[in-house]
């Protein structure tokens, strides 16, 4: 089984499973404001180097890999790019938050589990700090597979100093425009891959349906290979088992959406937790599979 490292090097962590690098965590980013700098996984490599993540395309250059993004925080951005505001569409406003990484209190393997917690402050464009944050993510190679695990958990305190609400272009008015969440944008290679789903009509038909959990298998360039993604919603979360944000054409997405289309209100000084599973696997999974893993994990 391959050993696991972590590294700091250069505003990121570098994840490793012997020579390949799994992923790389930017915690700080150096984007423009008008794209919500926050931390994210890019690049995102199967356990044999292929390359399964798309950082900062240029039809949307807010999207990075994989990253905890919510375009609808009150009349806060902490999305990036535009807003859309209900009955004049999507419109460029002075709202375009960061999420500011305050520091770690871990980053260290142990048990065969790359470990990261970290401390995170949510400003607004105007200064102000909405949201204290608590992140931990795990690391772990799956045994007897060629598989890895990411677990992503975030704890977000409401420090406003009044409600805030929780939504997406959709709770603004926007038909089947729900993504806000944990989001992740796949390679160009993988348009038109195969979504799959623990329940409902599997495929782009999952926009705004419900399942535990939504996996997208999507080709390669170059050389002839396909790799597998899989998204868990845990157990516990808001309005679990969730809606999915999806698509498949023009380009890979998945978001698991908990306010796809239902403002959930986070009173002043109240803590919202959300957890996440994420695998990725070199090989074209089913759903047999998905289901089959997924039930050994926590």
């Known amino acids: 089984m391959s050993e696991l490292a972590i590294a700091d090097v250069n505003s990121a962590l570098t994840v490793t499973a012997d020579d390949v690098e799994l992923c790389r965590y930017v915690y700080n980013s150096d984007v423009a404001q008008v794209e919500s700098p926050r931390p994210y996984l890019h690049p995102l490599r199967t356990l044999d180097g292929k390359l399964v993540s798309l950082y900062r395309p240029h039809d949307h250059v807010w999207h990075k890999g994989i990253s905890l993004a919510l375009p609808n925080v009150g009349p806060e951005n902490f999305w990036g790019g535009p807003t859309f505001v209900r009955d004049e569409g999507y419109v ?7 999420q500011a990484h305050q520091g770690f209190d871990t980053v260290d393997v142990d048990g065969g ?10 400003i607004t464009q105007g ?3 909405w949201l204290t944050e608590l992140r931990q993510l795990r690391f772990s ?56 789903s623990s329940d409902g009509p599997g495929g782009p038909a999952m926009m705004g349906e419900r399942a535990r959990w939504l996996a997208y298998v999507g080709r ?16 516990g979360n808001v309005s679990h088992p969730t809606k999915w944000f999806v698509r498949d054409d023009p380009y890979a997405c998945v978001c698991p959406a908990p306010f796809f289309d239902e403002v959930h209100d986070l009173a002043d000084g109240a803590t919202m937790t959300l957890r996440y599973t994420v695998v990725v696997a070199g090989a074209p999974w089913d759903a047999k599979q998905v289901e089959s893993v997924l039930s050994t994990l926590p």
């Open 141 to 196: 190679v799956l045994a007897h597979t060629d598989a890895w695990v990411l677990s992503f958990t975030t704890a977000l305190t409401n420090c406003r100093g009044e409600s805030i609400g929780f939504g997406s272009p959709t709770t603004e008015g926007r038909p089947n425009a729900g993504y806000a969440g944990l989001f992740w944008r796949g390679p160009r290679s993988f348009n038109k891959g195969t979504v799959l």
């Open 113 to 122: 589990i790359a470990r990261v917690d970290e401390r995170l402050t949510w």
């Open 220 to 235: 390669h360039d170059e050389i002839d290979a396909t790799s597998t993604v899989v998204f868990r919603d845990q157990n």
């Open 92 to 98: 460029r406003l002075p709202n375009n938050g960061a």
């Open 127 to 129: 200064g102000e700090i």
